[in-house]
């Protein structure tokens, strides 16, 4: 089954500094990849999907991923925290379903900026 | 701007007393998704609707149903709601059934009392 992993549920970096968020994939066939972004009380936003055409995946707000076959990983980062970066993160695989497919999402990852 | 909206974004219900949840968009999109989210959990999908195509996921509860009237409209039917059933609800919506993108809604938060 299709499933992904986020390693870190707490993630803390100071205002400028990189951000890392990691997320191994298990699949046996080519996966479709997301990373949604979720503010507090808020719903999911899609950051960036991963849908084979490209490795490096650019999204909004400065974040960027890397589908890595060779280590089943497609971490996020960004260059420079913002503290407006401050939420729970989520990386998702897209799964077969119910005559469709469902997005089976990892546990998430609370990234906390400091000044 | 074409989008998923919920309502209401909270709702109190008792210990069982029947709620409903509601999901509009303007998007267009001929899928719908019901997602459930526990507290500090990842969201886990109920059901969804391709067109007027029910989907149930094999382990969602049948305290939970769902009614789609028309493209626009999803509703999230709680029989007999418990203390267990408190979370956000997500709907969400894609174009197709497909590995496409979903849409999210901006959540209901449910609380029983």
């Known amino acids: 089954a299709q499933s992904v992993t986020q390693l870190g549920s707490h993630v803390s970096v100071s205002e400028g500094a990189l951000v890392l968020l990691r997320c191994n994939y298990s699949?046996?066939?080519?996966?479709?990849l997301f990373w949604y972004v979720q503010y507090p009380n808020q719903g999911l936003q899609l950051l960036l999907k991963?849908?084979?055409?490209?490795?490096l995946v650019k999204g909004i707000n400065g974040f960027e991923a890397e589908f890595k076959k060779s280590e089943t990983s497609f971490h996020l980062t960004k260059p420079s925290a913002h503290m407006s970066d401050a939420a729970e993160y989520f990386c998702?695989?897209?799964?077969?379903?119910?005559?469709?497919?469902?997005?089976?999402f990892g546990k998430g990852t609370s990234l906390l900026v400091t000044p | 701007d074409a989008m998923v909206i919920q309502n209401p974004r909270y709702q109190v219900t008792q210990f069982g007393k029947p709620v409903t949840l509601s999901c509009s968009q303007t998007?267009?999109?001929?899928?719908m998704y019901w997602y459930q989210q526990k507290s500090s959990q990842a969201p886990k999908l109920l059901f969804h609707?391709?067109?007027?195509?029910?989907?149930n996921e094999a382990d969602t509860p049948d305290n939970f149903q769902s009614r789609r009237p028309n493209t626009s409209f999803c509703f999230l039917d709680i029989r007999s709601p418990g203390l267990g059933d408190a979370a956000m609800y997500l709907c969400?919506?894609?174009?197709?059934?497909?590995?496409?993108?979903?849409?999210f809604g901006p959540g209901t938060r449910l609380l029983v009392l």
């Open positions: 609707y391709y067109d007027k195509d029910f989907n």
């Open positions: 998702a695989v897209s799964v077969p379903s119910n005559s469709g497919y469902a997005l089976n």
């Open positions: 699949s046996s066939v080519p996966p479709y």
């Open positions: 998007l267009n999109h001929n899928v």
């Open positions: 969400a919506t894609s174009r197709g059934r497909r590995q496409e993108t979903q849409y």
């Open positions: 991963y849908t084979s055409a490209a490795t």
